[in-house]
């Protein structure tokens, strides 16, 4: 069983910093124990190989620093979209514990490991603080021969770092307006007008993983 | 897969529904809709990506418990909560919807409301209602009212009303403003999915239903 003693015998420098750079900060020193960079790009492809480490071996050393990055940004991100403390604990912990056992079904083609967090930690608040059932779209499933192709995974990944500097370059209003959509803080009426996103080359690359897996099905 | 889909979600309910800010019913709808147009799952997951960096970059991740790493191990250990039985993809009904329903077409309930018209009304919370729709081929739409926003999308045959035709995967997105008269395809009975976000106003309108020619 994993103890807190293990963490520390982890061979990396301490994996958090003890502070978070400014809301979507394209240069982020988060994650640079993990693999020595400071290059947002390297990071979230060290996070890719944290969840295939979890799949494939079952590595809860890897899990560990998954769950210290992590597990703070759900209970924070629950807390904020109108979460108790208590509950938002539980629920992070629920939240990782899925990422353990869905660690199969991440497809880094199509998402960021911290894209796909967000989509569990959301449908926990749905389902904890809301009361209500989530439909997901149909499975587009994992055929035989459906592992992406890792100039796939790096070019999505890279594309998804690009489109977080779009980002970082609106105006702090529309930031903030966002971000109160994403704490569920806004109807749809309301975000009519904060669409105009730069999504643009992140839903065409997307758009390949989800040709690709179609292909796969046939 | 409809390869030839026209008529999509708007950005707003794609940024809402990975927002995860919509009413269960329209939920509903956009998952029935992403289950068959990838152009419209590619725009939801990239508004996915967005709440990525919003969780991701939040300012002040708040510290776990002590125990909650041991706790969540404690928690993997107990296994996984049983997965959803998946249900086979090549229906009339994508899988979301037939968690609704509880299978395919033969499954569903209806109850008729006239002119040949059945509705089935899918179990959601109530700020918003999800009902499927019956119409004979040929047939008109009966007139509901549309007291707030209402999606309809074609899951079997066609309709056409003045602002276009409606095929399989189309969504049709009206507000009170929109009178118009929907009229199913002369090939196949149609079925539809309908969403809306206001009280429905069917029964107050019954009496219209028995009309020879709906006002519709």
């Known amino acids: ?218 | 897969m409809s390869k030839d889909i026209k008529h999509h979600l708007t950005d707003d309910l794609l940024m809402a529904y990975a927002a995860g800010s919509l009413p269960e019913a329209f939920d509903l709808m956009v998952a029935t809709h992403l289950s068959l147009c990838d152009h419209c799952r590619a725009q939801a997951e990239s508004f996915d990506a967005v709440g990525g960096f919003v969780l991701d970059d939040h300012e002040m991740p708040l510290q776990m418990g002590e125990e909650s790493l041991t706790a969540t191990m404690a928690l993997i250990a107990k296994g996984e909560p049983t997965p959803k039985t998946v249900r086979p993809s090549c229906s009339v009904l994508p899988t979301p919807l037939q968690e609704y329903v509880g299978g395919d077409v033969s499954a569903i309930r209806w109850k008729s409301i006239g002119m040949g018209v059945k509705q089935a009304i899918l179990p959601t919370t109530r700020e918003a209602t999800a009902r499927l729709l019956f119409i004979p081929a040929g047939a008109a739409v009966p007139d509901h009212g549309h007291n707030g926003m209402e999606l309809t999308m074609v899951l079997q045959g066609a309709f056409s009303d003045e602002v276009d035709h409606f095929a399989r995967g189309d969504v049709e997105i009206a507000d009170e403003d929109l009178e118009h008269t929907p009229v199913a395809d002369m090939s196949e009975d149609c079925i539809c999915l309908a969403v809306t976000d206001a009280p429905l106003r069917f029964n107050k309108l019954m009496p219209r239903l028995f009309q020879p020619f709906l006002r519709i």
């Open chain 1, 1 to 218: 069983m994993f103890t807190e003693t293990d963490i520390a015998t982890l061979d990396t420098p301490s994996a958090e910093p003890d502070f978070v750079p400014s809301k979507f900060a394209p240069k982020s020193v988060r994650g640079k124990s993990v693999n020595g960079s400071n290059n947002s790009c390297d990071v979230r492809q060290e996070w890719v190989l944290h969840v295939r480490r979890i799949r494939d071996e079952k590595d809860q050393l890897a899990f560990a620093e998954l769950f210290r990055h992590f597990a703070p940004r759900v209970k924070a991100f629950l807390i904020k979209s109108g979460s108790d403390a208590t509950t938002a604990e539980e629920c992070a912990q629920e939240v990782m514990a899925t990422l353990w056992h869905k660690a199969h079904l991440f497809d880094p083609s199509r998402a960021t490991v911290a894209t796909w967090v967000f989509t569990i930690a959301r449908n926990k608040r749905i389902d904890v603080l809301r009361k209500q059932r989530r439909p997901e779209p149909e499975d587009l499933g994992w055929g035989p021969e459906a592992e992406p192709d890792q100039d796939d995974v790096i070019a999505l990944q890279q594309e998804t770092a690009q489109l977080r500097d779009a980002m970082a370059a609106l105006p702090d209003a529309q930031r903030e307006l966002i971000q109160k959509a994403y704490f569920g803080d806004l109807s749809h009426r309301e975000i009519a007008s904060q669409t105009g996103l730069p999504l643009g080359t992140i839903k065409s690359r997307i758009r390949l993983a989800l040709d690709r897996l179609r292909h796969a099905m046939n």
